[in-house]
């Protein structure tokens, strides 16, 4: 195992462990190796056989050992009995929103509640309600974070499905005799959130490759076998260090099968049909093996020849979901989707001034290393004090410290932001002589966010209408999986920005991606221009824009669309003109 899976694994036996009621120092200790492991700058293997594991801060002989014979092994039997001791459904209802580890133990001891069922029957018939540490409150949060479950089914987030398919991929790639392997389905579409995994290739040896595909280590359970396609439950862990299952299927089809196959389970099933209807529109049969007319087969090297055999111009995967993409295709409008190399700078990023894990200086030089031209800090304002907000003093000494980093590096200069709080009633977190120190000013919801909808889109609408307010974070307040957003009339909000002159964020943090890609096209319809922003609170967190750029691009939007496609030159200007 590597230094990431290490950590995963101490900090689930930290869960686990007080899952059972473990002294809590014992606990934290696997939380701190675990950082500390994660944090290394050298690769763990060598450090296990070179025998330098108690030089690691928090590593004493008994974790020494442990870490040891997960990176020898690959496994724990300590590990295994702990999981094998812990229902699945404690760790299930961890997943609902405010319910740690020691509210689970409670309501098991209290209750034997042990998994969601029994949750969400002990809680209609009000028997959380009252315990100690649960209020009424309380109690309907847990119903209805069980209903969102219950609507998000198994799904994970995109960036927990692309870690775990690339693993795959990697796998299966370097088999000897693959020609050809493709992600499919949703993931290779970007969306949001994942059911499963979908792979097809072109194999000179299907059964050697099914063989290696349900032997993988991540396999939990094997769901079918066979020479053309086969099934497997993956165990594996998302960045919170949950673990959770995915399925994964794969497919093996013949090399000349593999353009209409790829297509086929690309989906969406929407666009396949539409695809299907064009096709016999021209005399045509399409399936996920060919494409056919009376007495004779039409051939395709590729998806691009596909769709010329169609008339089409080629529908890049993240628009195929039969929302008018075809007959822009056929009529040679679609857009020219903007890509991950046009952006040239970012502005929603956090440093230690308030919550970030990183200095200023680290994170502009990190934002240098992906290529950036140019970065914007926005820590919080001072009524986020969970986050530590920066008071008007700090906000100066911070500027200082932009200004002095400004003049050491050279190709990447740092904006003056600032992620400013709206109020409950519209009022920003700051006065205006302090809102005219910032270059520019991202404005966000953080706090009441269950106002009805009118009250709430009033609150947003006026904050929107302040002259220094420059874009609108994260519009709907949406975290995936976990909450729906606040109740907003969000095309109000968008005509209003539109008027106003204002950006709307794409929140690339694949937490929240926010807005969704149907409201990139009607922003883009009403002539918006938006901002691809990744909410980084780390250094390794700026490169989240790449989910940005997947919403954006399923959004239909080209790179005329989004302000941080511009030059410095052109930023600054427009800063300035908006001052």
Same mark, same amino acid.
């Given at each position: 195992?590597?230094?990431?899976?290490?950590?995963?694994?101490?900090?689930?036996?930290?869960?686990?462990?007080?899952?059972?009621?473990?002294?809590?120092?014992?606990?934290?200790?696997?939380?701190? *190796?675990?950082?500390?492991?994660?944090?290394?700058?050298?690769?763990?293997?060598?450090?296990?056989?070179? &025998?330098?594991?108690?030089?690691?801060?928090?590593? &004493?002989?008994?974790?020494?050992?442990?870490?040891?014979?997960?990176?020898?092994?690959?496994? +724990?039997?300590? /590990?295994?009995?702990? @999981?094998?001791?812990?229902?699945?459904?404690?760790?299930?209802?961890?997943?609902?929103?405010?319910?740690?580890?020691?509210?689970?133990?409670?309501?098991?001891?209290?209750?034997?509640?042990?998994?969601?069922?029994?949750?969400?029957?002990?809680?209609?018939?009000?028997?959380?309600?009252? +315990?100690?540490?649960?209020?009424? @409150?309380?109690?309907?949060?847990?119903?209805?974070?069980?209903?969102?479950?219950?609507?998000?089914?198994?799904?994970?987030?995109?960036?927990?499905?692309?870690?775990? #398919?690339?693993?795959?991929?990697?796998?299966?790639?370097?088999?000897?005799?693959?020609?050809?392997?493709?992600?499919?389905?949703?993931?290779?579409?970007?969306?949001?959130?994942?059911?499963?995994?979908?792979?097809?290739?072109?194999?000179?040896?299907?059964?050697?490759?099914?063989?290696?595909?349900?032997?993988?280590?991540?396999?939990?359970?094997?769901?079918?076998?066979?020479?053309?396609?086969?099934?497997?439950?993956?165990?594996?862990?998302?960045?919170?260090?949950?673990?959770?299952?995915?399925?994964?299927?794969?497919?093996?089809?013949? #090399?000349?099968?593999?353009?209409?196959?790829?297509?086929?389970?690309?989906?969406?099933?929407?666009?396949?049909?539409?695809?299907? $209807?064009?096709?016999?529109?021209?005399?045509?049969?399409?399936?996920?093996?060919?494409?056919?007319?009376?007495?004779?087969?039409?051939? *395709?090297?590729?998806?691009?020849?596909?769709?010329?055999?169609?008339?089409?111009? /080629?529908?890049?995967?993240?628009?195929?979901?039969?929302?008018?993409?075809?007959? #822009?295709?056929?009529?040679?409008?679609?857009?020219?989707?903007?890509?991950?190399?046009?952006?040239?700078?970012?502005?929603?990023?956090?440093?230690?001034?308030?919550?970030?894990?990183?200095?200023?200086?680290?994170?502009?030089?990190?934002?240098?290393?992906?290529?950036?031209?140019?970065?914007? +800090?926005?820590?919080?304002?001072?009524?986020?004090?969970?986050?530590?907000?920066?008071?008007?003093?700090?906000?100066?000494?911070?500027?200082?410290?932009?200004?002095?980093?400004?003049?050491?590096? @050279?190709?990447?200069?740092?904006?003056?932001?600032?992620?400013?709080?709206? +109020?409950?009633?519209?009022?920003?977190?700051?006065?205006?002589?302090?809102?005219?120190?910032?270059?520019?000013?991202?404005?966000?919801?953080?706090?009441?966010?269950?106002?009805?909808?009118?009250?709430?889109? *009033?609150?947003?609408?006026?904050?929107?209408?302040?002259?220094?307010?420059?874009?609108?974070?994260?519009?709907?307040?949406?975290?995936?999986?976990?909450?729906?957003?606040?109740?907003?009339?969000?095309?109000?909000?968008?005509?209003?920005? #539109?008027?106003?002159?204002?950006?709307?964020?794409?929140?690339?943090?694949?937490?929240?991606?926010?807005?969704?890609?149907?409201?990139?096209?009607?922003?883009?319809?009403?002539?918006?221009?938006?901002?691809?922003?990744?909410?980084?609170?780390?250094?390794?967190?700026?490169?989240?824009?790449?989910?940005?750029?997947?919403?954006?691009?399923?959004?239909?939007?080209?790179?005329?669309?989004?302000?941080?496609? $511009?030059?410095?030159?052109?930023?600054?200007?427009?800063?300035?003109?908006?001052?």
């Amino acid at each position: 195992m590597d230094k990431a899976e290490v950590a995963t694994i101490l900090e689930e036996i930290a869960t686990l462990l007080e899952l059972q009621g473990e002294n809590p120092f014992r606990c934290l200790a696997y939380t701190k *190796a675990a950082r500390a492991i994660e944090q290394l700058e050298e690769n763990l293997a060598d450090v296990v056989s070179e &025998g330098r594991l108690d030089a690691i801060p928090g590593i &004493g002989a008994a974790l020494r050992d442990k870490v040891t014979a997960l990176v020898r092994d690959g496994h +724990l039997p300590f /590990y295994d009995d702990l @999981k094998a001791k812990t229902p699945l459904g404690l760790l299930q209802m961890l997943r609902l929103a405010g319910m740690g580890p020691k509210k689970v133990k409670a309501l098991f001891d209290l209750l034997k509640i042990d998994d969601l069922a029994k949750l969400k029957a002990a809680c209609e018939a009000d028997r959380v309600f009252g +315990l100690k540490g649960f209020g009424k @409150k309380t109690q309907e949060k847990i119903l209805a974070g069980l209903a969102f479950l219950d609507e998000a089914g198994e799904r994970v987030r995109i960036d927990t499905a692309q870690a775990v #398919a690339d693993k795959v991929f990697a796998e299966l790639a370097k088999l000897p005799g693959v020609a050809r392997l493709e992600l499919c389905g949703s993931l290779r579409r970007r969306k949001e959130t994942i059911k499963d995994i979908d792979l097809l290739a072109v194999s000179e040896d299907p059964t050697t490759l099914m063989a290696a595909f349900v032997a993988m280590p991540m396999v939990k359970n094997i769901v079918g076998q066979g020479e053309t396609k086969s099934s497997v439950v993956l165990e594996a862990f998302d960045s919170s260090r949950k673990r959770f299952f995915i399925n994964c299927d794969l497919r093996v089809v013949a #090399a000349e099968q593999f353009p209409f196959a790829l297509n086929y389970f690309t989906g969406s099933k929407e666009h396949n049909v539409a695809m299907r $209807q064009r096709a016999i529109a021209r005399g045509l049969k399409l399936n996920e093996y060919e494409l056919a007319g009376p007495g004779k087969s039409v051939p *395709a090297k590729d998806e691009h020849e596909l769709y010329k055999a169609l008339d089409l111009d /080629y529908v890049e995967p993240e628009l195929r979901e039969n929302t008018g993409e075809l007959a #822009a295709a056929a009529e040679h409008h679609l857009p020219k989707l903007v890509e991950l190399s046009d952006l040239v700078g970012t502005f929603h990023n956090h440093t230690t001034w308030s919550d970030g894990t990183n200095s200023v200086e680290e994170m502009a030089k990190a934002a240098k290393k992906l290529g950036l031209k140019y970065l914007g +800090l926005a820590d919080h304002s001072p009524s986020l004090t969970i986050a530590n907000g920066l008071s008007p003093e700090r906000v100066r000494q911070q500027h200082i410290e932009i200004d002095a980093v400004n003049a050491k590096l @050279k190709g990447m200069h740092i904006f003056k932001g600032i992620e400013c709080d709206i +109020l409950a009633d519209g009022a920003l977190d700051y006065d205006d002589e302090t809102l005219a120190t910032f270059d520019y000013v991202v404005a966000s919801v953080h706090s009441l966010m269950n106002q009805p909808e009118a009250e709430m889109t *009033a609150r947003i609408l006026k904050a929107i209408r302040h002259p220094s307010i420059t874009m609108l974070g994260h519009a709907t307040g949406r975290i995936l999986l976990r909450r729906d957003g606040y109740k907003i009339d969000l095309d109000k909000i968008l005509k209003a920005a #539109a008027e106003h002159g204002t950006l709307i964020e794409i929140n690339a943090s694949p937490h929240r991606l926010d807005i969704d890609w149907i409201h990139c096209k009607r922003a883009k319809a009403l002539g918006l221009q938006l901002v691809i922003n990744p909410d980084a609170h780390e250094t390794a967190e700026l490169a989240n824009l790449r989910f940005g750029i997947d919403v954006a691009r399923r959004g239909w939007l080209e790179k005329k669309d989004v302000f941080n496609t $511009q030059s410095l030159a052109e930023v600054t200007a427009a800063f300035a003109r908006r001052k």
